[in-house]
């Protein structure tokens, strides 16, 4: 999407907010108080917004439902005895797998 440049009047109100915006960083920046203030409420929304991406990363990895796999066969049902075939001889021949 391409944006519209823009005017004199939007340029001139983009400088006086970057002016106002400088201006008030300069007075947190100087205000010791102020400052250390900042710096724990920036630890605390690093902290949150870790969490959101934490949860949007599960969110993105989930398979969507039915498009699960089959689960595999517990293992005690996998020790169980063999089945006997009835033919006593297998498909392949007994040569093992064709390639």
Not at 61 to 73: H, V
């Amino acid at each position: 999407m391409a944006t519209k440049p823009m005017t004199a009047e939007d340029k001139k109100w983009q400088a006086e907010s970057d002016a106002r915006t400088l201006a008030e960083a300069d007075v947190v920046l100087t205000t010791p108080a102020r400052k250390k203030a900042a710096q724990k409420e920036a630890k605390r929304m690093a902290v949150e917004k870790q969490k959101e991406a934490k949860a949007m990363t599960k969110v993105a990895n989930k398979k969507p439902p039915g498009k699960t796999p089959a689960k595999p066969a517990k293992k005690a049902a996998a020790r169980a005895a063999p089945k006997k075939s009835g033919g006593g001889k297998s498909r392949g021949g007994g040569r093992g797998r064709r390639r």
